[in-house]
């Protein structure tokens, strides 16, 4: 469910439209359909909501070991290692250099580090901190059967119904630095005071519950949150997957696929997840709407 904020309705706006073209089927709610539809929320401010009946989660974790599994039976191999670069950016395994007619690159937020001249400048690396609130005993509003995940740009928040038990998962996203080798990842203290003001401003009936569990991890950013999908510029064996604004696993079947398809040369990349110069674009052009 989105929630388009008044003041704030420019990326909501261009969802609807979006949707529309694709025919994503969808309801729009105003403040007060959405109040009766969905209780556990307080929209004081919401102008509007979009809400996709057919809209879900995705359990990342699974997902992950079900898409190696399936890699395995079909035929693929895989194996763990640690690539490096040199200064000219070939890259090695195990101290050999890496000679295979197609080396796509998909290790996120450390692509920057590996390729600092060509990814570098297009990719900031941002710490986002992830806390999971317990819901009121006996009650089950909170629950993945009766609430839907949310996305409140207006708040700069999102999150998730519990699931399986694990508590609501709201967070507010105040971007904080992390070393990606060096940090432990454990939440930082502030943190916690923004999500309980979030909290208590969006969802009323959790207040006086406890954090239950916490996160702290990485996204990047590119600036203008598309995905990078291009060659290298001076090795033609190297494709880079990756990029956006913490949005990626979403699309991964759908990205996998395209990405397939360049780095077996079917057809080119789109312009806009080219590698070159890339500048914010404003909310209503924004592919994430960060
Ligand atoms: C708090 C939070 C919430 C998010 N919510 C959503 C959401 O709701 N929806 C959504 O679609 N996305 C979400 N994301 C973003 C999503 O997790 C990422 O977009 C996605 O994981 C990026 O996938 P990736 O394969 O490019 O990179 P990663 O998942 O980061 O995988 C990169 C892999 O490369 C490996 N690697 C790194 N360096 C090397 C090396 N030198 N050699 C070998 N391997 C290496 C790493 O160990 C890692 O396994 C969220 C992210 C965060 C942090």
Redesign the pocket.
Known sequence: MVLATEGHCDWEDMTTETFEKLGVPFHRFNQDELSLRFPQFDMTGVKYGLYEPEAGM?M?HRSVISAVNLFRKLGGKVAR????TDASEQVYLDGKLITNDLIII??????GE?FPRTIGPLSNVIG?N?LYTSTPEGTTQFDHDFMP?WIDHGHGS?GMPSVEGHGIKA?TVIPDSIDLDNDERLIRQDTLHKTRRYIETRLPGLVGQKVVDS?F????MTPDTHFIIDWHPEHKNILF????S???????PVFGDFVAGVGLREYGSEARFRLGKRTKPSPKDSPSGR
Do not use: D, E, P, Y
Request: charged share 5%; proline share 0%; aromatic share 8%.
């Open positions: 995705i990342a290692g640690c690539v490096q998909s290790t996120g937020s450390w692509m590996m986002l992830v995940c999102f967070m996160k991890n990485q996204i990047t997957a990756g990029g956006c913490g949005h990626l696993f979403k699309h991964g």
